[in-house]
């Protein structure tokens, strides 16, 4: 039998990525690349060590997720929960979102109770704040607050509402003028 080199540039990759990897002997060599990636995702670092890979890779298997699904869901979900929420998506929130598009993960971070304003979901606090902090930003120089959002979202507040309660003496909204 002749010998192949290119027989052999695919046979030697094949045999070294199915042996375990020297730093996680639970995950082979063509594992750790891909379980790396989500660990630097995890645990916020470009260069994840030996034992975050493998909480990583233990976290993963446990939940039934796979590697590339956890990133796209990473991906997307991300800045979605950050935004609304204030923090990173937590592994119980991937097992939920695992195969949903990407406008069913923004309505589970959507629906989610505020965490300042625990009452009203999370979307809509967003919304509230998007109208009112120009508002509140041109006539007073600040951001909405929660208390302010709390009960422009309770109330339903429309955009002339929400004018009325940084403009006028408040008559607008209480049928009374402030003291």
């Known amino acids: 039998m002749p010998f192949d080199p290119l027989h052999l540039t695919r046979v030697v990759p094949e045999i070294l990525g199915a042996k375990p990897h020297p730093d996680v002997p639970e995950l082979r060599v063509n594992q750790y690349e891909a379980f790396g990636r989500i660990a630097a995702r995890m645990f916020d670092t470009s260069t994840p060590q030996p034992e975050q890979v493998q909480t990583a890779f ?14 796209r ?74 208390v302010e959002l709390r009960r422009f979202a309770l109330g339903n507040y429309g955009i002339d509402d929400i004018m009325a309660h940084y403009s006028d003496d408040g008559s607008a909204i209480s049928g009374q003028p402030k003291k």
């Open 58 to 71: 233990h976290a993963l298997t446990s939940a039934g997720i796979a590697p590339a699904e956890f990133e």
């Open 73 to 146: 869901l990473w991906d997307v979900g991300r800045p979605v929960a950050n935004m609304l929420l204030d923090r990173d998506p937590t592994l119980h929130d991937m097992m939920q979102l695992v195969g949903q598009p990407p406008g069913a993960v923004h309505a589970y971070y959507s629906d989610h109770p505020h965490p300042d304003v625990p009452e009203v979901p999370a979307g809509k606090v967003a919304a509230y704040r998007a109208n009112a902090d120009p508002v509140a930003q041109t006539l007073h120089g600040r951001d909405a607050n929660y």
